[in-house]
């Protein structure tokens, strides 16, 4: 062990200090006061005179707190609501920033990477960990833009409690309730924080009765502001009936008069009653803390984290209200019975490192140059080193246990998304216990119980071709895309069998965009995108028969497959083409070749002949199948696959849009430009509600139609609007619609 640390003090001196600097238990201060001291700022540390077995142990015990003592929090909002605001300040008052960092400065610890400084968002979640009144703090800052729900997901799965941040202004809005929705599937307890109390019409009770309304959550109020919008001074502590003003010189007069009991003569009676009130304020935090962790109920405090009012309240509800990881119950743990069993949730690419992966640790403990067992991948890999996240430093570390959040060197097949645990025995014995377990309650494949509850990887909506500046650049690509991919799962990429070119499929523009940019920053190389294009899908509308046959003598064998099928709409909406087979269809033949037809269907609903796009809400019954002895799986494939296309080619088909819900809030003078706009997009409102003087407009539009938006909605409105868009179905398109872009596809446009 003191070794490790006298490796790691010789070779990241740089490192080293920034972890003296940052962390604030006394404990590891008073310790690493005296190493710092000892420790001249040269390489040759071995020498360093008085260090002592002692001190490492302690820095051991600071380092992995009592699991009780640790809150794995995230912070989730509405884009600007504030959450790199909110997180910047809690990183300094917990003393881990010297300076405050300012977004519109763009000089934020956590919003590290160069896009996010320059557009002022966050789009990759930092993990950051801090100390705060002795316990220690695992902030995971999550995005807050629709393009990066995936991250938002994935960032949730890993929390054990979250703080939700609203504009004190605004209440709840629509980017708020998804991420809201998504905590609620994975069953988060939150408090909430309405910040920016003091901007121009802010308003706590409008604000809690939105949280009450929208959310359909039971506000526990434990603070209230003094003063809102200008006068904001700070928040009234319900709980413990204490005004903390942030503003010394706002004396009003208003102040809660109490006459104390005298020291003097009341010594006792003084006692007693501090003792009963300290219990009963103890019993009045446990209901808090229990109905918050049933998620019956949520606290709600308030500040400005812009005007550094009401954070340092906030860091002390997330320790007194939240739960540690240890109150939160995940039921396959048990089957590891302490060994290994962590959930990689983000993997960074780091230039001089290597990929970096995030590992949330469930059960056991982590230490450096540990063979792991990947159960995803199949595959056991070693990591080098172990780190503490401190946004884009990082502190390495001898060990790490359970409930921790740990930044890993060396891990290369590891993506975001991949359970970890000790070695692929201990992944067979836990699913021993597990099958045990599940038997019992009848439930599920082994196997499948023993992941950490993955992330839904959304459809991408947008794809475009990415080509790069020359064909010999061509690998250099490749590789970019596959390490961007490890990092983001919900970035896809393809290669068009028609054209050759590589396809990026995406979430989003912004989404598109960024990843265009990274490649140009982080591995030099100047691509080139295709004109972005939306993702539509097809299906069909009536049903129809189709027959083929396959004869083919390859060498000295006879493949002869020859088959009749039938496709018509699904009766429910599905993804993947629903099979039945004919009773006429031999049980034997079936048996045999199941797998060679379900391929063949799923590869035929992949390009649609509309568009070439996938087809979905179609059923296929499968009428008669005769093959030769001695025929290939592969030609049954090709035959059922080409019988297939050619039965969908056959139907009356119909091309569905991606339709968006979409909520825009905007000044009440700028209404009817966005309202005739939206007409114009073919946009469907659904419903204009009041906010304050804003108005805010709810309703539906197609993807096609709102591309570039943000640029057209600055210019209608001056800049005051703010949108938030979601894909919510896919749609039939209106023959009308469906013919133009049928013709622009085919170029028939540039000709008529
Ligand atoms: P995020 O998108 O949720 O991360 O929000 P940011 O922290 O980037 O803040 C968005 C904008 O709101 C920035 O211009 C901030 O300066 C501003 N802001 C953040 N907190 C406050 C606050 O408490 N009061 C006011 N008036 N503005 C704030
Ligand atoms: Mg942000």
Redesign the pocket.
């Known amino acids: 062990m003191f070794t490790k640390w006298r490796i790691f003090a010789v070779n990241h001196q740089r490192t080293f200090s920034v972890h003296l600097n940052t962390m604030c238990y006394c404990k590891i201060k008073a310790n690493l006061k005296r190493l710092k001291t000892q420790l001249p700022l040269t390489r040759n540390y071995s020498s360093a005179p008085g260090i002592a077995g002692s001190d490492v142990k302690s820095l051991h015990s600071v380092i992995n707190p009592p699991v009780a003592k640790i809150r794995n929090i995230g912070?989730m909002?509405?884009?600007?609501?504030?959450?790199?605001?909110?997180?910047?300040r809690i990183l300094y008052y917990s003393g881990y920033t010297r300076s405050l960092g300012?977004?519109?400065d763009g000089d934020?610890v956590t919003?590290f990477m160069a896009q996010e400084r320059e557009r002022?968002?966050?789009i990759q979640s930092a993990a950051v960990t801090l100390d705060w009144k002795g316990y220690r703090v695992n902030l995971i800052?999550t995005?807050?833009?629709v393009d990066f729900t995936l991250e938002v997901e994935r960032c949730l799965r890993v929390l054990d409690g979250a703080v939700a941040?609203f504009?004190?202004s605004a209440g709840v809005e629509a980017q708020t309730l998804t991420v809201w929705r998504q905590a609620d599937k994975h069953k988060i307890p939150r408090i909430c924080f309405l910040?920016?109390?003091?901007?121009?019409g802010?308003s706590f009770n409008y604000a809690v009765e939105s949280i009450r309304e929208k959310l359909k959550a039971k506000p526990l109020i434990l603070q209230l502001p003094i003063g809102e919008a200008r006068t904001f001074q700070g928040v009234v502590d319900v709980v413990n009936k204490e005004k903390l003003l942030w503003n010394s010189n706002s004396d009003d007069g208003k102040d809660f008069e109490r006459m104390p009991l005298s020291e003097a003569s009341d010594r006792e009676l003084l006692k007693e009653t501090i003792e009963a009130r300290n219990s009963l304020i103890e019993q009045l935090q446990a209901a808090v803390h229990r109905v918050t962790l049933a998620q019956a109920a949520v606290p709600v405090l308030c500040?400005?984290?812009?005007?550094n009012?009401g954070v340092q309240p906030l860091l002390d509800a997330v320790t007194t209200y939240l739960p540690s990881p240890e109150e939160r119950e995940d039921r396959f743990l048990q089957w590891y019975e302490g060994d290994l069993c962590a959930l990689a949730f983000k993997v960074l690419h780091d230039k001089q490192r290597g990929p970096l992966v995030f590992l949330r640790i469930y059960s056991g403990t982590l230490t450096p140059q540990l063979a792991v067992h990947n159960i995803n991948r199949n595959c056991t890999e070693r990591m080098s080193r172990l780190l503490l996240p401190f946004a884009d430093q990082h502190v390495e570390i001898p060990s790490l246990t359970a409930g921790n959040i740990a930044l890993t060197v060396g891990l290369k097949q590891t993506a975001t998304g991949d359970t970890i645990v000790s070695s692929k025995s201990s992944a067979l014995a836990a699913a021993r216990r597990a099958g045990r377990g599940e038997r019992e309650h009848g439930k599920k494949r082994e196997a499948e119980s023993l992941l950490l509850a993955g992330v839904e990887v959304p459809e991408p909506v947008f794809f475009c071709t990415i080509e790069p500046p020359s064909v010999a650049k061509q690998p250099d690509l490749d590789h970019a895309l596959e390490r961007l991919q490890r990092e983001d799962p919900s970035l896809k990429v393809k290669l068009d069998p028609d054209s050759g070119q590589t396809v990026l499929c995406g979430m989003g523009e912004l989404h598109i965009e960024i990843i265009h940019d990274r490649i140009k920053r982080e591995y030099g190389l100047e691509t080139y995108l295709g004109p972005l294009q939306v993702a539509y899908r097809e299906t069909i509308l009536n049903s129809v028969r189709a027959t083929d046959t396959l004869d083919r003598v390859l060498g000295d064998k006879r493949h002869l497959v020859s088959a009749e099928l039938e496709v018509r709409p699904a009766e429910e909406p599905c993804a993947v083409a629903k099979i039945e087979y004919a009773d006429c269809v031999g049980e034997d033949l079936l048996q045999a070749s199941r797998e060679a037809i379900e391929s063949a269907v799923h590869s035929a609903c992949l390009q649609g002949p509309l568009l070439g796009s996938p087809v979905q809400d179609v059923a296929m019954t499968l009428h008669s199948l005769m093959i030769h002895p001695g025929t290939s799986t592969t030609m049954v494939t090709a035959c059922i696959s080409r019988c297939m296309q050619k039965a969908l080619k056959k139907a009356d088909k119909q091309v569905l849009e991606p339709l968006m819900s979409l909520e825009v809030t905007v000044s009440r003078e700028y209404l009817s430009p966005v309202l005739a706009d939206l007409a114009q997009r073919r946009g469907n409102i659904q419903e204009i509600q009041t906010r304050q003087d804003n108005r805010v407009v709810l309703g539906f539009v197609p993807l096609a139609e709102i591309m570039g938006y943000s640029t057209v909605l600055r210019t209608l409105t001056s800049g005051s609007a703010t949108f938030a868009l979601e894909l919510s179905t896919y749609q039939a398109m209106s023959p009308q619609d469906q013919s133009a872009l049928l013709n622009q596809r085919s170029g028939l446009a540039h000709v008529l």
């Open positions: 912070i909002a509405h884009i600007d609501a504030g959450k790199t605001t909110t997180t910047e300012d977004v519109d934020t919003d002022g968002i966050t800052d995005p807050g833009h941040v504009d004190a910040n920016k109390m003091d901007k121009t802010a500040g400005s984290a812009l005007k009012k």
